[in-house]
């Protein structure tokens, strides 16, 4: 557990706020209850320094990304826990690096601004599940930066090394199969719930809601896959589907069968099975990080066998991307978040 030691900062000072604790008791707490670095992680210089060191692995690419969560744009206090938080903000940077291919995440950098206002229990929540997340994947908590803010934000940059060459989104060929993990809509519809504010909640409802506030990546399934099978290109679907199709098809077609693209029972009881809902959640909803991959239609049976959860939802071709329903073509067109 994050707060296992002996001395706490907050405890001692009795601080019941971001503004009575001050930069630096933040700081000196972050350090006080971090990650342990493991001896793969080869640590030379530790939080605390102007920046920290490691000795990197000479046959090993190394990958960064970074992501950010702002109060009352990716979360809501009145939706989500610290805990919640905290969980998503490294669950959504592991999924970018699982998007790369044979993968390991190892140095998290977290720079937070803050309320004055914002209860230390709020922080020490968050910095629990922060550090529970990391753990979970073998990372370790290697920096940041702290600063007053008018809304909460966390900024997470993770290093990560790529055993294998990294997996970019271009390399699909023409005839490429067009593979998806998971199921997708069910992100989009929690956040619909949960934006209703409703007082009573059915169990399907909770579950929506759960796929959008507890996402989880396919770090897992990525190293699987990629160890085994040649993937030509891959991206997550932390955008949407719509978009990692997008992403996915730079200079080239597919044809995408709708009916093959997953869904869950409690998507379709929540749209009374309704085929427009479904698959306006399906296509624009986002931050559900499943992988949205390409592979050699050869090595389909070699997939199923390995990942038989995955499904194919259509294939590379030279042309224009078209999304068919029972055969007939459909006119689709992005309807999504879109931040500015």
């Known amino acids: 557990m994050f707060f296992k030691l002996k001395y706490s900062i907050i405890s001692s000072m009795k601080a019941k706020t971001i503004k009575e604790l001050g930069e630096f008791g933040l700081i000196d707490f972050i350090k006080k209850h971090n990650t342990k670095p493991k001896s793969y992680h080869n640590v030379y210089l530790d939080i605390g320094d102007d920046c920290f060191s490691f000795n990197p692995h000479t046959k090993s690419k190394y990958i960064v990304t970074t992501d950010i969560l702002i109060e009352n744009v990716h979360f809501k206090r009145q939706w989500a826990t610290a805990k919640q938080i905290g969980q998503k903000a490294i669950e959504v ?16 950098f977290i720079s937070l601004g803050m309320p004055k206002n914002t209860p230390t229990k709020f922080i020490k929540e968050l910095f629990n599940s922060i550090k529970s997340t990391c753990n979970k994947y073998g990372v370790h908590l290697s920096g940041g930066d702290t600063v007053g803010a008018k809304d909460i934000t966390i900024s997470v940059t993770l290093m990560g090394i790529c055993y294998d060459k990294p997996i970019s989104r271009t390399g699909a060929k023409n005839g490429d199969l067009i593979f998806v993990t998971g199921t997708f809509g069910d992100s989009c ?36 896959i990629s160890q085994n099978i040649k993937i030509t290109s891959m991206t997550d679907s932390s955008d949407g589907l719509f978009k990692s199709i997008e992403l996915l098809t730079e200079n080239k077609g597919a044809v995408i069968n709708m009916e093959n693209i997953p ?18 959640y399906a296509l ?23 990942l038989p959860g995955a499904t194919c939802i259509g294939t590379i071709n030279n042309g224009k991307v078209t999304y068919l329903q029972n055969g007939k073509t459909k006119n689709v067109k992005y309807n999504g978040y879109k931040h500015f």
């Open 93 to 108: 940077n592991v999924s970018d690096i699982a998007s790369m291919g044979n993968t390991k995440p190892l140095y998290a």
């Open 189 to 224: 519809a929690g956040l619909e719930i949960l934006s209703k504010d409703k007082k009573s909640l059915k169990n399907y409802e909770k579950e929506l809601i759960k796929k959008h506030l507890v996402p989880q990546a396919r770090l897992k399934e990525a190293n699987l």
């Open 263 to 280: 869904l869950s029972k409690n998507l379709i009881k929540y749209t009374n099975n309704n085929f427009d809902k479904i698959y306006s």
């Open 284 to 306: 624009f909803g986002g931050e559900e990080f499943e992988l949205v991959f390409t592979i050699n239609k050869k090595d389909e049976n070699k997939l199923k066998k390995f």
